[in-house]
């Protein structure tokens, strides 16, 4: 015959039972509490990014915003603030990108004062994207020069590190502007040792164009033989180095 459990032992069982539910039920509770903060915590990290890109933006500084926006999409997606975010950021990379480069522009070119004669020379130079085979020793970069002299005024001429353009007593050059289909314009070379240069005698019309372009591309004559033709990058060209020129 089977020993009955006695009510002690029933009611020990009955506790413990109580116990462990109230147990699990305790556990679960904590887990949906932490569950909670932590999505609270993740939704606020979100929103303060969130509010560091839209300063970004408003501040039309549009890298910083994409490298803001980029981190919200990849640390907090599916937040509220990634939601929000998301539609505008193609935009945004695009404008970061138009931002990187037009810096890379304006890095080529290279502006310079010096005391010159009763008064300051002011300079704006850049040399060619690639090199160019002008008949020297070997293929070297052409600099396109823009100056204001106080007593030579201004001017707009090429120099070459080696070779020689074939332009003494006058010639014509072929300038083109972006996609814009190329025109002559008169240059000289003078008869000098001092530098290797070319003079473009419409230097207004030059910087007028240069100003609303950003590929440059000139087609000069060298005593090599033949044409060379010399493509500027221009479009970082800072109008304010050169005062009145505008």
């Not at 887990?31 to 993740?42: D, G, K």
């Not at 998301?86 to 304006?106: D, H, K, N």
Request: hydrophobic share 45%; charged share 25%.
């Amino acid at each position: 015959m089977k020993p009955t459990p006695s009510r002690f032992a029933l009611g020990a069982l009955l506790a413990a039972a109580v116990l462990a539910t109230g147990a699990c039920t305790d556990r679960e509770a904590q887990r949906q509490a932490q569950a909670a903060a932590e999505a609270q915590a993740r939704e606020e990290a979100a929103s303060r990014l969130q509010g560091e890109y839209e300063a970004a933006v408003a501040a039309n500084n549009w890298e910083l915003a994409r490298v803001h926006g980029a981190a919200l999409l990849a640390q907090y997606p599916g937040s509220e603030a990634a939601a929000a975010v998301e539609p505008g950021l193609a935009e945004v990379t695009a404008r970061a990108e138009a931002a990187r480069e037009q810096r890379r522009l304006a890095t080529l070119w290279n502006y310079a004062r010096v005391a010159a004669g009763k008064g300051e020379q002011r300079t704006a130079a850049i040399f060619s994207k690639d090199a160019v085979d002008t008949g020297g020793s070997s293929a070297a970069t052409v600099q396109l020069v823009i100056r204001d002299h106080p007593e030579w005024k201004r001017s707009a001429y090429l120099v070459l590190e080696g070779g020689d353009f074939d332009c003494y007593g006058g010639c014509k050059v072929k300038v083109k502007f972006d996609d814009a289909a190329a025109r002559p314009m008169s240059a000289w070379r003078p008869k000098t040792d001092e530098a290797i240069a070319m003079f473009i005698e419409d230097y207004r019309g030059l910087w007028k164009q240069m100003r609303q372009a950003q590929r440059l591309e000139i087609e000069f004559p060298v005593k090599a033989g033949g044409t060379r033709t010399a493509v500027f990058e221009v479009g970082g060209l800072d109008g304010s180095q050169m005062p009145g020129w505008d």
